[in-house]
């Protein structure tokens, strides 16, 4: 390290002192901030001496004195100097060279507009080198002033000071005063070693002076100045005026004010004792002094060095912190690990070499993070025991990483805040199942296929696999987009047993997710929950797939650097984005993601997912409450948002993605979109308009699907569905479609055996009506059986059931068997829709015995025996076995829109001995999660007639929208049958209805 230069001799000072001469100056000096005043102060006037004999004699005595000790102490000089005249020869080579000059500069990283600076890598100091023009003539004035006022005329050393030096070591052994001047200060540094420096021989003297004279000869005086003003110590790390005026006044050298200036100058005498954050009392008197000296040469009034004086800093408050800046402190630790990997940068290149360091980090982006997440956690702290955060933003199309907050509070260590949460593994939560989702669909999988959420039992291998829901609740049949947009558990963990985990960790690394490796047997079906543990930014990575139309992306930090003097030493590669997914799975996941309507069931209408403008997003939460995320996106910006306690501790219980991350990404979005830049931050030629939705690419159609919630059991085919809605279709071959599944060829119909006799001949039995409608419904010529029909099929399929594997249910009584073309014209036969059961015959079982006790019409899946049938019941009604109970709602229907005063028709058949009453209820939304009852209860049976009137009039009670309106009958024990439901859409009254 340098040694920090002393000033033995610097005389003491009165205020406002000042000379009759003015220190010499450049040429065509013409300084910046204050003009030197117009004339040269007046000379002082000299008393008169009452004998001019003697004052003469006593002055010839005077230079006779004189002239003999400087004849002595040349004569000693120049013996000394002979004696070490080969030692000189060497430090002149070594000052020809500058080896000594210490050469290190501070390496600097930068934001991405390269206007703020993030940090600076400091080892020995602090030090950006600037040429004298980047130097104001105040501050190379004040240290002229202070260090050498002869700076300009003296040939490197000051002969007076050398004499001076020489008479003291003869007459006291040693030196015992300086007087070194800026050349002398400056060789002291580059040629001599530490313990040298700090001698006070003559030796030392002759040696220093000899090589300022040295250097004098070689340099110009401003070459010496720059060099001397970027070499000098000012204390904290400070070396050099840049890095001093940086640290002091976080402001570049080139802006110092006078005062400033003058400040500075003083410091470099002794920077431990003027030290002005331990001492700016002490530091203060020296600029005073520092302002009187340039009083005194000549460059400053004594009003304008008053001026100077009262002007900031006037307290340790007016300082900028010593402490090293470190802004976004995660994204630049990040930024200065990932430097030490850069293939041709050094370490010694950082740590010396004065590199720029260009990032690609938004600093507006980046304080929103910071202001949005701390905001968002302590308003919830104690409600939720959450106490930390963290946001990481990316473009999707470049991998830039535009923000990175790894916790709320980076210098908090009760909440472990420099530990970096986005570069941290914790376990996703749901915000896995997109990727199950596009590894299922690339498998052959649409929006529009049927899934069934009942009770599922999975086996793993090691134990059967139960999921349930969040909500704890089931929800029948529902599409791959509304399982998806509502984040149900049971059907992801049914793609992910189709999909396999190893295609799930294989589709998790295509789109760069590392963490969780590629070992299958590490984890269960319950990855596609959350199962494993990843990374913020691989998540966010990954979604930029979804974003960018499929491509794979890396995150990028550092964009390019540069030396000292503007040369490029690197420059981040453009990346090849390789398509990794076929861009229509990954416009459908996003439209399955941005889909405000399917997820509302789950999310509400109204929740933290819904942006001013189309933006897809996903939730997750840990079923322990440790873990909360939100991953959203729009086609040009991905931000992953975690929440949570870095210790791991859990959350408070219930607390989850939709109300712990999802209100931080939600206005975190908000607020980006509303920058003033942000055009120009994330939008670019070829991309869609900065707030418009997802494009569909080609290869894709849209078809109408019925809603599946609409359908009520029975319905007949010609009624149709109650209520579609349009879903997207992948049309066309692409390369990334998948294999065509084989098509089974039909089973033959057995012909008559020619051989055989008449009598043997086996009845031909034509296929029965089965025939899919639109996807995932089927219209089915079915038979609605009574009771003894019923009996009488289960006592058939004994056998089959007995042979079931024991960990399948026992299947419930059938409520239809299909109908054969020969015996279609049965009493009680009906062409009904169906939705489609699920493939597995497990999970066939459990989805038709949940069906059959929720009224969900599901394929029956059992043929009709050819034998007498016997008699027949209604098949629009609801029978209860147990209790002989008929039941149904004939009006309004399924998907009908009521308003005013509507009767409900129907049938309500039922033994008083059974049933106590019935009564009529209502539900808002789809799937309603609470009932009110309307009307009275009834116990008299009806057939055919009204059962209840409903007030759909009643707008302070029934709102315009969804309901379900059900019939249920209630049993002596209190107990009821399963409810006869019909989805219903209450409207205002139109006014061209006449009431």
């Not at 959420?453 to 999975?458: E, G, K, L």
């Not at 960018?548 to 992306?553: F, L, R, S, T």
């Given at each position: 390290?340098v040694?920090e230069?002393?000033?033995?001799?610097?005389?003491?000072?009165?205020?406002?002192?000042?000379t009759t001469?003015?220190?010499?100056?450049?040429p065509?000096y013409q300084?910046?901030y204050?003009q030197p005043?117009?004339?040269?102060?007046?000379?002082r006037?000299?008393?008169r001496k009452?004998?001019?004999?003697?004052?003469?004699?006593g002055?010839a005595?005077?230079?006779?004195v004189?002239?003999a000790?400087?004849?002595?102490g040349?004569?000693i000089a120049?013996m000394?100097?002979?004696?070490?005249?080969?030692?000189v020869?060497?430090?002149?080579?070594t000052?020809e060279?500058?080896?000594?000059v210490?050469?290190?500069e501070?390496?600097?990283?930068?934001?991405?507009?390269?206007?703020?600076e993030?940090y600076?890598?400091i080892?020995?100091?602090?030090?950006t080198?600037?040429?004298?023009?980047?130097?104001?003539f105040?501050?190379?004035?004040?240290?002229i002033?202070?260090?050498d006022?002869?700076?300009?005329e003296?040939?490197?050393?000051?002969?007076?000071?050398?004499?001076?030096a020489?008479?003291?070591?003869?007459q006291?052994?040693e030196i015992v005063?300086g007087g070194?001047?800026?050349?002398q200060?400056?060789v002291?540094?580059?040629?001599?070693?530490?313990?040298?420096r700090l001698?006070?021989?003559?030796?030392?003297?002759?040696?220093?002076?000899?090589?300022?004279?040295?250097?004098?000869?070689?340099?110009?005086?401003d070459e010496?100045l720059?060099?001397?003003?970027n070499?000098?110590?000012?204390?904290?790390l400070?070396?050099?005026i840049?890095?001093?005026?940086?640290?002091?006044f976080?402001?570049?050298?080139?802006d110092l004010?006078?005062?400033?200036a003058?400040?500075?100058?003083g410091l470099p005498?002794?920077?431990?004792?003027y030290?002005?954050?331990s001492?700016f009392?002490?530091?203060k008197?020296r600029?005073r002094q520092?302002?009187?000296?340039?009083v005194r040469?000549?460059?400053?009034?004594?009003?304008?060095?008053?001026?100077?004086?009262?002007?900031p800093?006037t307290?340790v408050?007016?300082l900028?912190?010593p402490?090293?800046?470190?802004l976004a402190?995660?994204?630049t630790?990040e930024?200065?690990r990932?430097?030490g990997e850069i293939p041709?940068?050094?370490?010694?290149?950082?740590?010396?070499?004065?590199?720029?360091?260009?990032?690609?980090?938004?600093?507006d982006m980046?304080?929103?993070?910071e202001?949005?997440?701390a905001?968002?956690?302590?308003?919830?702290?104690?409600?939720?025991?959450l106490t930390?955060?963290?946001?990481?933003?990316l473009?999707?199309h470049t991998g830039?990483v535009?923000?990175?907050?790894?916790?709320v509070?980076?210098?908090?260590?009760?909440?472990?805040?420099?530990?970096?949460n986005?570069?941290s593994?914790?376990?996703p939560?749901?915000?896995?199942?997109?990727?199950t989702?596009?590894?299922a669909m690339?498998q052959g999988?649409n929006p529009?296929?049927?899934l069934w959420?009942?009770?599922?039992?999975?086996d793993t291998g090691v134990g059967a696999y139960?999921?349930v829901n969040?909500?704890?609740?089931?929800?029948g049949?529902v599409?791959l987009?509304d399982?998806?947009a509502?984040?149900y558990?049971i059907p992801a963990v049914?793609?992910?047993?189709?999909?396999?985990?190893?295609?799930?960790?294989?589709m998790?690394?295509?789109l760069?997710i590392?963490?969780?490796g590629?070992?299958?047997?590490?984890?269960?079906?319950s990855l596609?929950?959350g199962?494993?543990?990843?990374?913020?930014?691989?998540?966010?990575?990954a979604?930029s797939?979804?974003a960018?139309?499929?491509?794979?992306?890396e995150?990028i930090?550092i964009t390019?650097?540069?030396?000292?003097?503007?040369?490029?030493?690197?420059?981040?590669?453009?990346?090849t984005q390789?398509?990794?997914i076929?861009?229509?799975?990954?416009?459908?996941i996003?439209d399955?993601?941005?889909d405000n309507?399917?997820r509302?069931?789950?999310?509400?209408?109204?929740?933290a997912?819904l942006?001013d403008f189309?933006?897809?997003?996903?939730?997750g939460t840990?079923?322990?409450?440790?873990?909360?995320?939100t991953?959203?996106y729009?086609p040009?910006?991905?931000?992953?948002?975690?929440?949570?306690?870095?210790d791991?501790t859990?959350m408070?219980?219930?607390?989850?993605g939709?109300?712990?991350?999802?209100?931080i990404w939600?206005?975190y979005?908000?607020a980006?979109?509303?920058l003033?830049?942000?055009d120009?931050?994330?939008g670019?030629?070829?991309?869609?308009?900065?707030r418009?939705?997802?494009s569909?690419?080609q290869?894709?159609e849209k078809q109408p699907?019925?809603?599946l919630s609409s359908l009520?059991d029975?319905?007949?085919?010609?009624?149709?569905?109650p209520l579609?809605r349009?879903?997207?279709?992948?049309?066309?071959?692409s390369?990334?479609d998948?294999?065509p599944?084989p098509?089974?060829?039909?089973?033959?119909?057995?012909?008559?055996?020619?051989?055989?006799?008449?009598?043997?001949?086996?009845?031909?039995?034509?296929?029965?009506l089965h025939?899919?409608?639109s996807?995932?419904?089927?219209?089915?010529?079915?038979l609605?059986?009574?009771?003894?029909?019923?009996?009488?099929?289960v006592?058939?399929?004994?056998?089959s059931?007995?042979?079931?594997?024991?960990?399948l249910?026992t299947?419930a009584?059938?409520k239809y068997?299909?109908?054969?073309?020969?015996i279609e014209d049965?009493e009680?036969a009906?062409?009904?829709?169906?939705?489609?059961?699920?493939?597995?015959?497990?999970?066939a079982i459990r989805a038709?015995?949940w069906?059959?006790?929720?009224?969900?019409?599901?394929?029956p899946?059992?043929l009709?025996?050819?034998e007498?049938?016997g008699?027949t019941?209604?098949?629009?009604?609801?029978?209860?076995?147990?209790?002989?109970?008929?039941?149904a709602i004939d009006?309004?229907?399924?998907?009908?829109e009521?308003?005013g005063i509507?009767?409900?028709i129907?049938t309500?058949?039922f033994d008083p001995a059974?049933i106590q009453?019935?009564k009529?209820?209502?539900g808002p939304g789809?799937?309603?999660?609470?009932?009110?009852?309307?009307?009275?209860?009834h116990t008299e049976p009806v057939?055919?007639?009204?059962?209840?009137?409903?007030?759909a009039?009643?707008?302070d009670?029934?709102?315009?929208?969804?309901?379900?309106?059900r019939l249920?009958?209630?049993?002596?024990d209190s107990n009821?049958l399963?409810?006869?439901t019909?989805?219903i859409?209450i409207?205002?009254v139109?006014?061209?209805s006449?009431?």
């Open positions: 390290m040694e230069p002393t000033h033995e001799n610097e005389p003491a000072i009165e205020p406002h002192q000042q001469q003015r220190a010499p100056m450049p065509n300084p910046d204050y005043i117009a004339e040269a102060p007046p000379p006037k000299r008393r009452g004998r001019w004999g003697c004052f003469k004699s002055l005595i005077t230079a006779m004189l002239a000790l400087v004849g002595s040349l004569v120049l000394i100097y002979n004696s070490m005249k080969d030692e020869a060497e430090d002149i080579a000052l060279s500058m080896e000594g210490e050469d290190f501070t390496t600097r990283i930068l934001d991405r507009s390269g206007t703020v993030l600076q890598v080892t020995e100091g602090r030090r080198e600037v040429p004298i023009e980047q130097i104001p105040s501050l190379r004035w004040a240290t002033a202070t260090e006022d002869t700076f300009y003296n040939p490197g050393f000051d002969p007076a000071s050398i004499t001076r020489a008479i003291q070591w003869q006291e052994g005063s070194s001047t800026i050349t200060q400056l002291k540094m580059i040629v001599f070693e530490p313990e040298e001698e006070q021989t003559l030796r030392r003297k002759l040696k220093e002076a000899a090589l300022a004279y040295v250097m004098t000869r070689e340099y110009s005086k010496i720059e060099l001397y003003l070499q000098i110590p000012y204390g904290n400070a070396y050099g840049e890095a001093a005026a940086q640290t002091y976080d402001k570049p050298a080139r004010t006078v005062a400033e003058s400040f500075l100058a005498q002794s920077p431990a004792t030290d002005p954050y001492n009392a002490g530091a008197v600029q520092v302002l009187d000296l340039m040469h000549g460059y400053l009034s004594i009003a304008q060095a008053d001026e100077a004086f009262n002007q800093p307290s408050s007016d900028a912190s402490n090293i800046s470190l402190p995660h994204f630790v930024v200065r990932q430097l041709g940068i050094e370490p010694d290149m950082i740590e010396r070499g004065g590199l720029v360091v260009y990032t690609t980090i938004d600093m980046q304080a929103l993070a202001q949005i997440a905001e968002q956690v302590a308003a919830v702290r104690d409600e939720y025991n930390n955060a963290a946001i990481i933003a473009n999707p830039e535009l923000a990175m907050l790894g916790s509070d980076y210098a908090n260590d009760e909440i472990d805040g420099a530990v970096n986005t570069l593994a914790h376990q939560g749901s915000t896995m199942k997109p990727i989702y596009a590894a690339e999988w529009s296929d049927v959420d009942v009770p599922m039992v999975y139960e999921p969040y909500d704890e609740r089931f929800h049949p599409r987009r399982a998806l509502n984040s558990n049914t793609l992910a047993r189709e999909v396999g985990v190893p295609g799930i960790l294989e998790s690394s295509r760069g590392e963490s969780l590629d070992d299958a047997s590490l984890y269960g079906l596609t929950l199962g494993g543990e990843v990374e913020p930014i691989e998540m966010a990575t979604f797939a979804f960018n139309g499929g491509k794979a992306i995150p930090y390019r650097i540069t030396d000292d003097e503007g040369n490029v030493l690197y420059e981040t590669p453009s990346q390789e398509q990794v076929d861009p229509r799975i990954a416009f459908m996003s399955i993601l941005s309507t399917a509302t069931p789950a999310m509400g209408a109204e929740s997912l942006l189309p933006a897809a997003a996903k939730t840990t079923n322990d409450y440790r873990d909360n995320w991953v959203g729009t040009h910006l991905v931000v992953a948002v975690w929440a949570g306690n870095t791991n859990p408070a219980e219930g607390t989850s939709l109300t712990g991350a999802a209100p939600h206005d979005m908000t980006v979109y509303a003033p830049h942000i120009s931050l994330i670019g030629e070829g991309l869609p308009p900065l418009s939705g997802f569909a690419p290869g894709l699907v019925c809603v009520r029975p319905r007949l085919a010609e009624e149709g569905c579609e349009d879903e997207w279709f992948r049309i066309g071959t390369e990334w998948p294999e599944t098509t089974l060829e039909p089973t033959p119909s057995p012909t008559p055996d020619e051989e055989a006799d008449e009598g043997d001949e086996e009845e031909e039995h034509l296929p029965p025939e899919e409608v996807e995932g419904l089927w219209q089915i010529s079915v609605a059986m009574n009771e003894d029909q019923q009996a009488a099929l006592e058939l399929m004994a056998d059931w007995d042979a079931l594997p024991d960990d249910p299947p009584t059938p068997c299909v109908m054969s073309a020969d049965v009680g009906a062409v009904q829709l169906f939705i489609s059961a699920p493939d597995d015959e497990g999970d038709r015995n069906a059959l006790a929720n009224g969900i019409p599901i394929e899946g059992i009709c025996p050819t007498d049938l008699d019941i209604p098949a629009d009604l609801f029978v209860d076995a147990d209790t002989g109970s008929m039941y009006d309004p229907n399924p998907g009908d009521v308003y509507h009767p409900i129907g309500a058949i059974e009453y019935y009529l209820e209502i789809e799937f309603p999660t609470e009932w009110i009852t309307f009307g009275g209860v057939e055919d007639g009204v059962l209840e009137e409903l007030h009039d009643a707008s009670v029934f709102p315009p929208g969804p309901y379900v309106v249920v009958l209630v049993r002596q009821y399963t409810p006869f019909v989805p859409t409207v205002p139109p006014e061209d006449g009431e």
